[in-house]
């Protein structure tokens, strides 16, 4: 994907975000924030948006899995696993 469709797919799933904020306040995205990267900041690195995708997948599908616990349950463990990968892709090229 090109930087702009990340940063496109960062806002969505961003908004996907603040649905699930707005309809219970004690979701926790704790690790989403502590990456302190928003759509809004195209000058962050399509590896630094990538990454953020990810993480947010995993809390999302985590949230999710609380009502659905089959299909939510693995796309959380496949969204760590990707995180955990362009984690260590940012670490390298820093």
Excluded: C, W
């Amino acid at each position: 994907m090109h930087k702009e469709e990340l940063i496109r797919l960062h806002k969505i799933m961003a908004e996907i975000k603040d649905s699930f904020e707005e309809e219970n306040s004690e979701n926790d995205f704790s690790d989403y924030y502590a990456l302190k990267i928003d759509p809004t900041q195209v000058h962050k690195s399509k590896m630094e948006h990538k990454h953020a995708i990810f993480i947010l997948g995993q809390e999302i599908a985590e949230i999710m899995k609380e009502n659905e616990h089959s299909a939510p349950n693995r796309v959380a463990a496949r969204m760590r696993e990707m995180a955990r990968r362009t984690e260590k892709e940012i670490d390298y090229l820093s």
